[in-house]
């Protein structure tokens, strides 16, 4: 996934949750601390559920007046603040969150993806092709040896929601 914003963070999520590991690889070095979206709408918080969600975006927000058509309640939640709980489920799913790295190119084929990713350390390359014992991609550095600074779980969680 290139970029590390709702969109990437979400897909890792739910990509995850559905037993699909994946790298999320974002070019800032952190999370952002700008003002931008403040809330969550009730259909969100309904798929947040499935995943185990809710709860933790509601105890980081604020509820807003429940919606008759819907099992959920909306909530009011600053953007990086629902990141940092959307990055945390990623990881804790298995998903690899790699900040501070870009998406340089990648050139994809019928049956695996390579990409090439640039960091304060230089540039690697990232394999993906389904087959690896680890059933994970593998990320090698210039000189070819297995690279593993990214913050992520090495197994995934169990599939249980809170
Ligand atoms: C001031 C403001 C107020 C807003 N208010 C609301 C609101 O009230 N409600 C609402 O629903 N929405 C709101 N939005 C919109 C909401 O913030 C966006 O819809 C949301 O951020 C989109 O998420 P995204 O992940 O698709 O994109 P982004 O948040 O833009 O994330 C994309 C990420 O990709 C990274 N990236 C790009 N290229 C690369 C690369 N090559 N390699 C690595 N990383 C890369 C970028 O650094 C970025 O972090 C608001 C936006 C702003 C700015």
Redesign the pocket.
Known sequence: M???????LSAAVFLAWHGVQSVV????ADL?RR?????VNPRTMEVLRQVGLEHAVMRHGDARTKNPMSPCTAVSIA?DRFEGILRDRAEALGAMVCFG???RSFDASADSVTATVVDDDGEYTVEADGSDDLGFPVLLGRRGRPRWQCRAAARPAPRTAR
């Open positions: 290139a970029g590390g914003g709702l969109t990437g690889v974002e070019r800032h952002p003002p931008a979206s403040r809330a953007q790295t870009e998406l």
